[in-house]
C-alpha cells in the first residue's frame, strides 16, 4: 500500500525559509517528487530525489532519507508568488505512476 | 517548452450524460495518463497507457471509464455515464519513461449536475 504524510498547512513571512516535511510508506519506492499547485491549476515539478542526500536548485531544495522514509522540500527566500500547495508524491519507476500526499497549503505573508 | 494540452477547459454535463476529454501529450512521450482531483482533495491516479494499452489502472477507473489514443497525437478519457461525484478536475499527463520527468495538462474542470 502507499502512505504519504504531509503537513496540511503552512504560514511564512516574507524572505524567510520553510520547510515542509514529508514522510512516506510505500511499496516498490523509487524516487520522491515535489511538484507546486496553485489553486485551480496543474502541478508544476519541482525536484526528484532518488538518491539519499539533498539536492539543490535555486532557492528550492529536496532532501531524502530511504532509510528513514522521509523528504523535505525547503524554500528560501520566500516570495508571495510562493504561495501554493507543494505535493510530496512518490514513483515506482520512470514511466509508472505517481502517489500523491495530500499536499501542504503554504501562506507566505508580507 | 513542449506542453501537454488538455480541451475543454471546463465541461459542465447532466448526470448520466457521456463526456469525453481530450489530451495531447508531449509528442516524443511513451507514456500517458489521467489524473484527478476533487475540489479540496488529493490528486489521484486514474490509468496509466504506454504502448497502446493500459499498462496500469487505479480501482477509480471502472468500467463507466475508457481511454484511447485515436491518433498518433491525441489521448482521450471516456466517462460513459457520469455521476456526480465525478465532478472532478481531470489532469493529462505524459513522461518519456527515460527519466522521472513528468508534464501536466493544465486540467478539464469536470462539473456534473
Known amino acids: 500500500g502507499q502512505n504519504i504524510d504531509q503537513p496540511t498547512e503552512m504560514t511564512a513571512t516574507e524572505g524567510a525559509i520553510v520547510q515542509i516535511n514529508c514522510t512516506y510508506q510505500?511499496?516498490?519506492?523509487?524516487?520522491l517528487f515535489w511538484y507546486q499547485q496553485h489553486a485551480g491549476e496543474a502541478p508544476t515539478f519541482l525536484s526528484y530525489?532518488?538518491?539519499?542526500g539533498l539536492e539543490e536548485k535555486g532557492r528550492f531544495s529536496s532532501f531524502l532519507s530511504r532509510s528513514k522514509g522521509y523528504s523535505y522540500l525547503l524554500l528560501k527566500e520566500l516570495q508571495m508568488k510562493d504561495s501554493a500547495s507543494y505535493l510530496c508524491?512518490?514513483?515506482?519507476?520512470?514511466?509508472?505512476?505517481?502517489?500523491f500526499g495530500g499536499g501542504t497549503r503554504v501562506l507566505v505573508k508580507p | 517548452e513542449p506542453e501537454v494540452t488538455q480541451t475543454p477547459s471546463h465541461q459542465v454535463t447532466q448526470m448520466g450524460q457521456e463526456v469525453i476529454l481530450r489530451c495531447v501529450p508531449i509528442?516524443?512521450?511513451?507514456?500517458f495518463y489521467w489524473y484527478r482531483q476533487i475540489l479540496g482533495q488529493k490528486v489521484e491516479f486514474l490509468v496509466s497507457?504506454?504502448?497502446?494499452?493500459?499498462?496500469?489502472k487505479s480501482e477509480i477507473f471502472d468500467d463507466q471509464f475508457s481511454v484511447e489514443r485515436p491518433d498518433g497525437s491525441n489521448f482521450t478519457l471516456k466517462i460513459r455515464s457520469t455521476k456526480l461525484e465525478d465532478s472532478a478536475m481531470y489532469f493529462c499527463?505524459?513522461?518519456?519513461?527515460?527519466?522521472?520527468?513528468?508534464?501536466f495538462g493544465s486540467g478539464t474542470r469536470l462539473t456534473v449536475v
Open positions: 510505500t511499496s516498490g519506492f523509487n524516487g
Open positions: 499527463a505524459s513522461s518519456s519513461g527515460v527519466d522521472y520527468g513528468y508534464t
Open positions: 509528442s516524443n512521450h511513451l507514456y
Open positions: 508524491a512518490t514513483g515506482r519507476a520512470a514511466g509508472n505512476k505517481l502517489t
Open positions: 497507457f504506454y504502448n497502446n494499452e493500459i499498462s496500469e
Open positions: 530525489n532518488v538518491l539519499d
